[in-house]
């Protein structure tokens, strides 16, 4: 008898052992497009407001196919046919749901490539690694993007209520200590079930849901959207955008990191596919480029550019301030004088250019829950389904059905408003 083990144990702080099948999926989680992942933080600029919020993207992607594997287990227990061939592409899609992240995660994902999300990476890196594994990613391929039959298989990887969401809440809530975010994934897992080809939850699985999208509201206030976390995204894409300037002006910034460089260089865009020169280059970043890049612009010849990464460095960000209204043209400009004279205060560059570094007009939109699209369904009786906001007995989950949006200045923290 063979008693070699078909898989490899990987120990989780958050799930526990997590089994990963010896195979193609394992030699996935080797690959340097998923190892990568180690270098880019989970929460972005998160660690800066969260000292404990260190995770990685590869921590998470590692929880989430271990949810994954919980969940066809549970799936099957409930008798819905899951062959082995689509147990391997659904671990092999939630495996590298992530891949196409770039440096601090969403932080700079639109700083680097014009008209661009980190999905459309995924995708294309997906399809090198279909071609470089002779077309083994093909059904987990079909899965992400939604063309399999078995619609479920996609639900479980993407869609309101899926693996990468139960892993990053409870994940991100442990690693912050924001205890709010904690949410009962066992028993979302346990209630589970298919219903006419569609993920959709057992009554009794209700209030773990109710929980699941309160803690999701409160972890995108709490955290995600974090004052601080705010000011911080807006000056490291005030740096990039100031090297960008300087070379567009005809001056020269040092790059540490070329691969960094030809996106700062070319700031290159999406809307025609991504070239393979873009995918190469995109896969040598992570957030050590940045970082690196950073500390040897703080000794930059151009004051604005030496002044931010000096910022950064020694977190000394702007300050966040909501506002009950969006702010007029008027407003607008009575703020930007304000920011000139502090910036020829502090003897720094003080044009109009030079405040829009700044000085930041923005809003966020805050929407735990979506179901005109994609909903969470309740399985009432053995014949019937119900979106969940119209199941559920409590007032407060139809609340949160609508976006919250609230408009905010990122300014210099000597202006006074």
Not at 86 to 108: C, M, R, Y
Not at 163 to 177: A, E, I, K
Not at 231 to 244: E, H, N, P, Q, Y
Not at 393 to 398: A, D, F, Q
């Amino acid at each position: 008898m063979d008693k070699r083990t078909h898989y490899k144990i990987f120990t989780d702080p958050i799930h526990g052992f997590i089994s990963v099948p010896k195979g193609i999926v394992l030699k996935l989680v080797d690959h340097p497009y998923v190892q990568r992942l180690r270098r880019i933080r989970q929460l972005g600029l998160g660690y800066l407001v969260f000292p404990g919020s260190e995770h990685s993207r590869f921590s998470h992607a590692i929880g989430a196919l271990g949810l994954m594997q919980r969940a066809i287990n549970s799936l099957r227990e409930k008798d819905t046919t899951i062959t082995r061939a689509e147990h391997e592409a659904v671990l092999i899609g939630i495996l590298l749901h992530d891949i196409g992240h770039g440096p601090f995660s969403h932080t700079l994902e639109q700083t680097i490539i014009r008209d661009f999300h980190h999905e459309m990476m995924t995708l294309a890196l997906m399809r090198k690694l279909n071609e470089e594994f002779d077309g083994g990613l093909s059904t987990a391929i079909d899965i992400f993007t939604g063309q399999h039959p078995k619609t479920f298989l996609h639900q479980l990887i993407s869609s309101q209520l899926d693996m990468d969401r139960l892993d990053y809440l409870r994940r991100d809530s442990v690693y912050t200590g924001v205890n709010e975010g904690s949410i009962g994934i066992d028993r979302i897992i346990k209630t589970m079930r298919v219903f006419q080809g569609n993920v959709v939850i057992e009554g009794k699985g209700i209030y773990a849901v109710e929980n699941y999208i309160t803690a999701r509201r409160l972890m995108y206030m709490q955290v995600y959207q974090h004052k601080t976390v705010l000011s911080g995204d807006k000056l490291l894409a005030s740096i990039f955008r100031r090297v960008r300037d300087i070379h567009t002006e005809g001056g020269t910034v040092p790059m540490p990191s070329p691969a960094l460089g030809f996106f700062l260089k070319t700031y290159p865009s999406a809307k025609k596919g991504l070239t393979s020169r873009i995918t190469e280059n995109y896969l040598r970043i992570d957030d050590n480029d940045v970082l690196l890049s950073i500390k040897c612009w703080q000794d930059a010849k151009d004051p604005i550019l030496a002044d931010l990464s000096n910022r950064f460095l020694n977190r000394r960000f702007f300050r966040t301030t909501f506002v009950k209204k969006r702010i007029s043209a008027n407003e607008q400009n009575i703020l930007i004088e304000k920011t000139r004279k502090a910036l020829k205060d502090a003897r720094l560059p003080h044009d109009e250019k030079s405040a829009s570094y700044y000085l930041f007009f923005d809003e966020l939109v805050n929407e735990a829950y979506r179901y005109e699209s994609e909903g969470i369904w309740i399985l009432q009786d053995h014949n019937t389904a119900i979106e969940f906001s119209r199941a559920s007995e409590t007032g407060n989950i139809s609340a949160l059905t609508k976006a919250v949006v609230k408009p905010y200045i990122v300014h210099l923290k000597d202006l006074v408003l």
